[in-house]
């Protein structure tokens, strides 16, 4: 029935909705100022070589991938 599509429609964008202020929440714990960049690599798949060439994402890559990988850390804890 249409009511209980919208149901499921509404509740499927509330838990996307969710999960997307979860993802920019820990982006923004991990490192306020290369957030943005953080994003980019875990929602579009863009590699430090991409950020930098694209964005000059300021801080080299050994940095930037110890972000990535507590972004993860800090995404787990928040999951549990």
Avoid: H
């Amino acid at each position: 029935s249409s009511a209980a599509s919208d149901v499921y429609k509404r509740q499927a964008k509330t838990y996307y909705s969710e999960r997307t202020d979860m993802v920019e929440r820990v982006a923004e714990q991990t490192d306020r100022e290369l957030a943005e960049y953080i994003l980019k690599a875990v929602t579009e798949g863009w590699s430090y070589d991409i950020l930098k060439a694209r964005l000059e994402i300021p801080c080299c890559k050994d940095v930037y991938y110890e972000l990535y990988r507590r972004f993860f850390w800090l995404l787990n804890k928040e999951r549990k």
